[in-house]
């Protein structure tokens, strides 16, 4: 099982250029949660996704846009970067539960640095 | 909003001591999660906490989470230094399930050989 993946690792692009930033989840999970994490903080939720729609939104803008495909892989972008967009973005998977249903748990992919200059 | 309080920030302590890292919420949590951080990487799981009272341990880590379910500790015990990194409390605010998780600030524990 390779767990939750990522990619790119890094990212280097320029104020006003457009980002995107792939996920693949872990085996058996089928929703797909992006969050941003800043230096010396902690992660900060973006968007989730479940069924190939956006199910719960942080406050971000919405220059963040995303995506989820069939095989519950997901798509985070980000249009019109400026500087403060400059973060660690992680990706993070679990298993639905239905109502009723116990917790479960969200494992984390190991990210993508993006920096903009 | 619910908020999550960390304390300590930061922590450094001798090889072989014991340590204790605290998350306070503002609210009623529905699910507590931790998980350690290495320096731009990504979270590794290390325990859930759901019921008022729960404890949980793994190898020399226990969590514990207060009656109230307002309040969670995370105790290391004997101290090494692979347990070094950012320790995050994070909260499922409102029985959401595996939904959006508020995240405390971190804690930074560094462990002196």
């Known amino acids: 099982d390779a767990g939750v993946t990522q990619s790119p690792t890094h990212l280097i692009k320029t104020r006003g250029q457009q980002v995107t930033l792939r996920c693949s989840p872990k085996?058996?999970?089928?929703?797909v949660s992006w969050y941003q994490q800043a230096l010396g903080q902690g992660p900060q939720f973006i968007f989730q996704y479940y069924e190939e729609e956006e199910r719960q939104r942080g406050n971000f803008p919405d220059r963040f846009s995303g995506h989820q495909f069939p095989n519950y892989s997901s798509e985070l972008n980000v249009n019109a970067l400026l500087l403060g967009d400059s973060a660690l973005y992680l990706c993070?998977?679990?298993?639905?539960?239905?109502?009723?249903?116990?917790?479960?748990?969200?494992?984390f992919g190991p990210g993508t640095r993006l920096t903009v200059l | 909003s619910q908020e999550l309080e960390q304390s300590p920030q930061s922590l450094i302590v001798q090889e072989g001591k014991n340590l204790t890292i605290n998350c306070t919420s503002s609210?009623?949590?529905?699910?507590l999660y931790w998980y350690k951080q290495k320096y731009g990487e990504g979270l590794i799981f290390l325990m859930m906490?759901?019921?008022?009272?729960e404890e949980k341990s793994h190898e020399k880590i226990t969590a514990k989470l207060d009656e109230k379910k307002q309040q969670s500790s995370l105790h290391i015990t004997a101290s090494q230094p692979s347990h070094a990194g950012i320790y995050l409390c994070g909260a499922d605010s409102v029985g959401n399930q595996g939904g959006k998780l508020i995240f405390g600030q971190g804690t930074e524990l560094s462990v002196k050989p």
């Open positions: 906490l759901q019921k008022g009272g």
């Open positions: 609210k009623t949590l529905y699910g």
């Open positions: 993070a998977s679990s298993r639905r539960i239905l109502a009723g249903g116990s917790y479960n748990e969200q494992f």
């Open positions: 085996s058996g999970h089928d929703t």
